[in-house]
Every structure is written in structure tokens, then in C-alpha cells.
């Protein structure tokens, strides 16, 4: 990312702050305008590229770098409590792909929605929910996102318009461009970011789902993590067309660098314009996990320890924020470091909170099952004695 312009209009109001405290600063505008260029250039399939140039701030800049770095110590401790078995089951970490979540977020508004598949935890965050309800729910408690649950593939947040969290490959597509014909339906000039892997791309469902939004002409933006890995199977060797953005055919495309968190910001905001004036879009973020697909997966045995070392070297996406924030005078190394000490104490006080949440009672495993007053009674085997009314 080349810096442009940097204009600065005085002092400004305090440090943004979306996922959680301040940071502290140099002396700069807050609301000082830079002009920053995305690291490489959209690829455009059927439409017009949005321009490289990106309008930012020191203190957007600064929230992308804190806000990316609580997601990294978040996944990091996630693993940790897997492998001390205060997880369990399925789970799937985003670190690597920080900058899809955060960058989304800074181009689209809360009326907007997003829907997922079961790498959840990230865009949950960026969603306004917090770091309790992701512990305690990857933990299994109470006061988890869906109160213990769900676990690890299934976050929820309706009030942040977040639709989950699904655990059927590419099931979520579907579900995203209905919530988009619900926003038509309303007229809401609201759209939904329906988020899909590479693996995901050759569903059935999504091209039916596809198909459909465009004949409707809904506000549904489909959008592929291209991490280069359908769980241990490379994209080359699942797809004989990796152009993602392509596969729309008659519905247009676009490429970005799902590294690089103005870049994401940029064909995001123009995503959402497209889609409320013409309809469907595919956006292809091309970006990468750190962490193997699941938690069996050590993530080592389809790619080189070469190749994952390269990429944090050369495209990591807080690294590169990072050097923004140094290069430009707009933060010193040591006020960063200090923002990761914060950020990684944030993170450790919310996992000892988690830790004592209580479990859910076992009569929740009846509850948000049917509509209430709608329950049936629960026999034994023998069908003589009614063992529970559901709720």
C-alpha cells in the first residue's frame, strides 16, 4: 500500500473505537484525510474497477490495527483452550484472514447483513458482539452468543444483522440471497454480504442461488475467502476454473486483495452500490489462514511450512497496517506494542470470565426447537410415560 495524500485539518475528535477502548496516539488529526493505494489492482469481471485510491484516517487506521490484533490473540487463545480440551468438537480459526472481517465492516453499515459458513468467529466480533460471548460459547456456556449451544460454527447476532455461523458447506448462500430479498421486499436500501470458501464454490446451491438473485435482481453480494484450500485440497486440484469472481458468468466480478484491509473496505463500498442499483455480485478475497482447516488438521501436510512462513512475511495483514501507522508518524513502535499488551490482557480477562459461566441446563437442550406454544410431550421408549413438555 502506497501512501497518496496526507492532508491534515487540526485537531480532530478522539480515536474510533468499534471493537473496543482507545488507543492512544500521536498528535494527529484523528480525522485527518489520507489517501492511501490498495497494494495491487481489482480484477474486474462484467463492470467497471473501483478506483485504488482509498480515503482513510489515522484513527480508522489505528482501529484496523487494534482491531485485527484482538482477533488474532483471540483465535490463538482459541486454540490453546482446544488443545487443553475447554473446547471441543468442531473448530475453525480465521487468523490470516483478519482483514475480510474488518475491512468489510468499514464499508457497509449495521442495516446490512452478513452471513457465514462455520469460520465464524471474527465477523461475529466485527459484528459488535463481544469477547465473552465467544469464549463462553466456544466453551459451552451460558452466556455464550447462543447461549452455549451452538459452539464454535454456530455465532449468532441478529441485532448486529449477523445470520451465523452454518455448518453445511455452502448451505448459507442460499439463506443470505433470501435475507437479500427480504431487503427488497422491505426497501430497506440495505444489502447482504453472504460469505462462501473455495471449497463452497462448486455447490450446486450457490449457482441455483445465484441464478435467482439475478433474474430478481437482489442485493446479494456473494462473497469467496479464497484461501486457496477446500480443507486439505488445493484450489488448482477441486476447481478448472479458480477465477472465483468469474463463475458468475452473467453476473459481474471483481478480485481484491483479501490481505490488504483498504482494499476490502474499497470493494466493499462499491459492492453495496452496485448491488442496490443492479443486483448480485461476486467478490473473490483472495487471502490465506495460518491455521490448518479444523483443529485436526495441523495445516502442514498439503503445503510447505515455506509457503505459510512467505505469506506472513510479505502479506500479513496487520504487519502491513503496522508499517502504515510507523511510516506515516501517525503511531511509534512501542505505543503498537503497547496496544497488543492491552489487547492480549483484554482477551485473557474475558477467557477467566467464560471460564465461569456456568453450563447451560440440560432442560435447554428442549428450548428454541419449536415456536413457543407449540411444544409436543417427550415419551420414554415404552410411549406410557410423558418424560418432558417442551417448552
Same mark, same amino acid.
Given at each position: 500500500?502506497?501512501?497518496?495524500?496526507?492532508?491534515?485539518?487540526?485537531?480532530?475528535?478522539t480515536?474510533?473505537?468499534?471493537?473496543?477502548?482507545?488507543?492512544?496516539?500521536?498528535?494527529?488529526?484523528?480525522d485527518?484525510?489520507?489517501?492511501?493505494?490498495?497494494?495491487?489492482?481489482?480484477?474486474?469481471?462484467?463492470?467497471?474497477?473501483?478506483?485504488?485510491?482509498?480515503?482513510?484516517?489515522?484513527?480508522?487506521?489505528?482501529?484496523f490495527?487494534?482491531?485485527m490484533?484482538?482477533?488474532?490473540?483471540m483465535?490463538?487463545?482459541?486454540?490453546?483452550?482446544?488443545?487443553?480440551?475447554?473446547?471441543?468438537g468442531?473448530c475453525?480459526?480465521?487468523?490470516?484472514?483478519?482483514?475480510?472481517?474488518?475491512?468489510?465492516?468499514?464499508?457497509?453499515?449495521?442495516?446490512?447483513?452478513?452471513?457465514?459458513?462455520?469460520?465464524?468467529?471474527?465477523?461475529?466480533?466485527?459484528?459488535?458482539?463481544?469477547?465473552?460471548?465467544?469464549?463462553?460459547?466456544l466453551?459451552?456456556?451460558?452466556?455464550?452468543?447462543?447461549?452455549?449451544?451452538?459452539?464454535?460454527?454456530?455465532?449468532?447476532?441478529?441485532?448486529?444483522?449477523?445470520?451465523? =455461523?452454518?455448518?453445511?458447506? *455452502?448451505?448459507? /448462500?442460499?439463506?443470505?440471497?433470501? !435475507? @437479500?430479498?427480504? $431487503?427488497?421486499?422491505?426497501?430497506?436500501?440495505?444489502?447482504t454480504?453472504?460469505?462462501?470458501?473455495?471449497?463452497?464454490?462448486?455447490?450446486?446451491?450457490?449457482?441455483?442461488?445465484?441464478?435467482?438473485?439475478?433474474?430478481?435482481?437482489?442485493?446479494?453480494?456473494?462473497?469467496?475467502?479464497?484461501?486457496?484450500?477446500?480443507?486439505?485440497?488445493?484450489?488448482?486440484?477441486?476447481?478448472?476454473?479458480?477465477?472465483?469472481?468469474?463463475? =458468475?458468468?452473467y453476473?459481474? *466480478?471483481?478480485? /481484491?486483495?483479501?490481505?490488504?484491509? !483498504? @482494499?476490502?473496505? $474499497?470493494a466493499?463500498?462499491?459492492?453495496?452500490?452496485?448491488?442496490?442499483?443492479?443486483?448480485?455480485?461476486?467478490?473473490e478475497?483472495?487471502?490465506?489462514?495460518?491455521?490448518?482447516?479444523?483443529?485436526?488438521?495441523?495445516?502442514?501436510?498439503?503445503?510447505?511450512?515455506?509457503?505459510?512462513?512467505?505469506v506472513?512475511?510479505?502479506?500479513?495483514?496487520?504487519?502491513?497496517?503496522?508499517?502504515?501507522?510507523?511510516?506515516?508518524?501517525?503511531?511509534?513502535?512501542?505505543?503498537?506494542?503497547?496496544?497488543?499488551?492491552?489487547?492480549?490482557?483484554?482477551?485473557?480477562?474475558?477467557?477467566a470470565?467464560?471460564?465461569?459461566?456456568?453450563?447451560?441446563?440440560?432442560?435447554?437442550?428442549?428450548?428454541?426447537?419449536?415456536?413457543?406454544?407449540?411444544?409436543?410431550?417427550?415419551?420414554?421408549?415404552?410411549?406410557?410415560?410423558?418424560?418432558?413438555?417442551?417448552?
Amino acid at each position: 500500500m502506497a501512501l497518496s495524500t496526507f492532508s491534515r485539518r487540526g485537531l480532530g475528535s478522539t480515536l474510533a473505537k468499534p471493537l473496543s477502548a482507545a488507543v492512544s496516539s500521536r498528535p494527529i488529526s484523528s480525522d485527518a484525510s489520507l489517501t492511501i493505494e490498495t497494494s495491487v489492482p481489482f480484477t474486474a469481471h462484467n463492470c467497471e474497477a473501483p478506483s485504488r485510491a482509498v480515503t482513510t484516517s489515522p484513527s480508522e487506521l489505528l482501529s484496523f490495527f487494534r482491531d485485527m490484533a484482538l482477533m488474532r490473540r483471540m483465535e490463538i487463545a482459541a486454540d490453546s483452550l482446544y488443545k487443553a480440551k475447554l473446547i471441543r468438537g468442531f473448530c475453525h480459526l480465521y487468523d490470516g484472514q483478519e482483514a475480510v472481517a474488518v475491512g468489510m465492516e468499514a464499508g457497509i453499515t449495521r442495516k446490512d447483513c452478513i452471513i457465514t459458513a462455520y469460520r465464524d468467529h471474527c465477523t461475529f466480533l466485527g459484528r459488535g458482539g463481544t469477547l465473552l460471548e465467544v469464549f463462553s460459547e466456544l466453551m459451552g456456556r451460558k452466556d455464550g452468543c447462543s447461549k452455549g449451544k451452538g459452539g464454535s460454527m454456530h455465532f449468532y447476532r441478529k441485532e448486529g444483522g449477523f445470520y451465523g =455461523g452454518h455448518g453445511i458447506v *455452502g448451505a448459507q /448462500v442460499p439463506l443470505g440471497c433470501g !435475507l @437479500a430479498f427480504a $431487503q427488497k421486499y422491505s426497501k430497506d436500501e440495505s444489502v447482504t454480504f453472504a460469505l462462501y470458501g473455495d471449497g463452497a464454490a462448486n455447490q450446486g446451491q450457490l449457482f441455483e442461488a445465484l441464478n435467482i438473485s439475478a433474474l430478481w435482481d437482489l442485493p446479494a453480494i456473494l462473497v469467496c475467502e479464497n484461501n486457496h484450500y477446500g480443507m486439505g485440497t488445493a484450489e488448482w486440484r477441486a476447481a478448472k476454473s479458480p477465477a472465483y469472481y468469474k463463475r =458468475g458468468d452473467y453476473v459481474p *466480478g471483481l478480485k /481484491v486483495d483479501g490481505m490488504d484491509v !483498504l @482494499a476490502v473496505k $474499497q470493494a466493499c463500498k462499491f459492492a453495496k452500490e452496485h448491488a442496490l442499483k443492479n443486483g448480485p455480485i461476486i467478490l473473490e478475497m483472495d487471502t490465506y489462514r495460518y491455521h490448518g482447516h479444523s483443529m485436526s488438521d495441523p495445516g502442514s501436510t498439503y503445503r510447505t511450512r515455506d509457503e505459510i512462513s512467505g505469506v506472513r512475511q510479505e502479506r500479513d495483514p496487520i504487519e502491513r497496517v503496522r508499517k502504515l501507522l510507523l511510516s506515516h508518524d501517525i503511531a511509534a513502535e512501542k505505543e503498537l506494542k503497547d496496544i497488543e499488551k492491552e489487547v492480549r490482557k483484554e482477551v485473557d480477562e474475558a477467557i477467566a470470565k467464560a471460564k465461569e459461566s456456568p453450563m447451560p441446563d440440560p432442560s435447554e437442550l428442549f428450548s428454541h426447537v419449536y415456536v413457543k406454544g407449540l411444544g409436543v410431550e417427550a415419551f420414554g421408549v415404552d410411549r406410557k410415560v410423558v418424560r418432558a413438555t417442551l417448552p
